[in-house]
C-alpha cells in the first residue's frame, strides 16, 4: 500500500512543468524592447532637395491577351502566333 502512494507522488512530482526557464526568457525579451524602443523614436531630421521639373504626361495603353480553348492567342483582338 505504501508504495502506491510513493509512486503516485512521484508521478504527481514528475508532471509539474518548470516555468522557470519560460520566465526567463520572457524577462529578458521584455528587457530588450524595453531598451530598443525608445531608439525607434529618434531620429535625425534631413532636408531633401527639391525637385523643379515638370510632370511627364503618360497615356496608358491598355493591353488585352486572350487565350481560347483552340490555344489560339489574340493581343487586343489581334491574332498572333507564338513564334
Known amino acids: ?3 502506491v502512494k510513493k ?5 504527481r512530482l514528475l508532471a509539474e512543468i518548470n516555468v522557470t526557464p519560460l520566465v526567463d526568457v520572457v524577462l529578458v525579451l ?3 524592447f524595453m531598451v530598443t524602443a525608445p531608439m ?3 531620429g535625425i531630421d534631413v532636408n531633401l532637395p527639391r525637385v523643379k521639373s ?5 497615356t ?5 491577351l486572350t487565350i481560347n ?5 489574340f493581343i487586343n483582338k489581334n ?3 507564338i513564334a
Open 40 to 42: 525607434l523614436q529618434m
Open 7 to 11: 509512486r503516485n507522488s512521484e508521478s
Open 69 to 73: 480553348g483552340g490555344k489560339e492567342i
Open 30 to 32: 521584455l528587457i530588450i
Open 60 to 64: 496608358e495603353e491598355k493591353l488585352v
Open 54 to 58: 515638370k510632370s511627364i504626361d503618360v
Open 1 to 3: 500500500m505504501r508504495s
Open 79 to 81: 491574332k498572333t502566333s
